[in-house]
């Protein structure tokens, strides 16, 4: 039984990232399983799934950018803002028939209409899509037909790089990096409303999720394959397992001796004067291009020096006034 970690698990078409869920709970054999960011069922590509006490650390997980690869459909309007939602409008055959006329759209246009979206953004959320608003998911006013204000929020646009223009087709292809909590729906959406013909996402791959990339990713009928039997099969799966401390990137590191250690993991602040500073947090200086906890400026993973690897105890907040390092979330016995 996979006892904690997390899985990095290549999403096939057509499963809810629940469902998915369901599957590494039964293959780790533990209850407490959770998924560090939704992908809707026709998309692809790298979930990583928390399994144990790793769930713990999705809120640290804020400050994770993620890239996909996004296919869309030029022409095509409808109300989920892809194309397996109810249609409510298609000129493609207008716009094919346009090609050869002053109206034809172009190459140029359709960069041209991707131009904006960089840097931090307004975007409004689908009304097809699962954020709640006053505890209620956006899908369920949409489904019952009742009204609901949806409010535009800010999101931040790494890089948005066109990779492919077919025109003839009028489709396109583009990579996008992100901010947690950007709807790459959206962007098509509203790059449709800038050509004024409408658009709507034909395809979408997750490439990379934080410190996850599709090319580690676990295909999920591997779960299902036949194992080894005893020791072998064991370290096949713990092989296929990160510890949970390797998605934190951002903050910083200290060790500790064996006392101090001890004393930390017992719930006990330790001074930053009894730690050895290995890292400091990636933004203490800085501010990220996009809303986050004030405290991971100051967030440090905090490690026991043992003979092997520093053994991984858990994350705390360095509180500058006592100049001491304050247990967030114990991860060493859990």
Known sequence: ??????????????????????????????????????????????????????????????????????????GLSTETQDVWGAVCADRRAELKRAQNGAARLTEERIREAFAGFAGIIEQTPPKY??????????????RAGEPVQIKARKVFIESLVIRHVDLAELTVTFDVTCSKGTYIR?????????????????????LSSGVFSIEQAVPLAALAAPDADGQRREEQRTALIAAPDVPLVHFGKAILEQAQAGRF???????????????????????PPFPFREAYKRTYNVYERTDDAPRFLGVAFYDPATERLLPDKIFAGQ
């Open 1 to 74: 039984m996979i006892k904690e970690g997390i899985i990095n698990i290549n999403k096939p078409p057509g499963l809810t990232s629940h469902d998915c869920v369901q599957a590494v709970r039964k293959w780790a054999g533990v209850r407490r399983v959770g998924h560090t960011g939704t992908l809707d069922p026709m998309a692809t590509g790298v979930l990583p799934i928390c399994i144990g006490s790793a769930a713990r650390i999705m809120e640290y997980l804020e400050l994770d950018l993620k890239t996909y690869r996004c296919g869309m459909a030029i």
């Open 129 to 142: 899509s699962a954020l709640k608003v006053d505890g209620k998911r956006l899908y369920e006013y949409a």
């Open 186 to 206: 959206a962007i098509c959406h509203e790059a449709g409303e800038i050509l004024g013909c409408g658009a709507a996402m034909n395809g979408l791959i997750r």
């Open 265 to 287: 993991t017992n719930g006990g602040a330790v001074s930053r004067h009894d730690a050895q500073i290995e890292r400091e947090p990636a933004y203490q200086h800085k501010d």
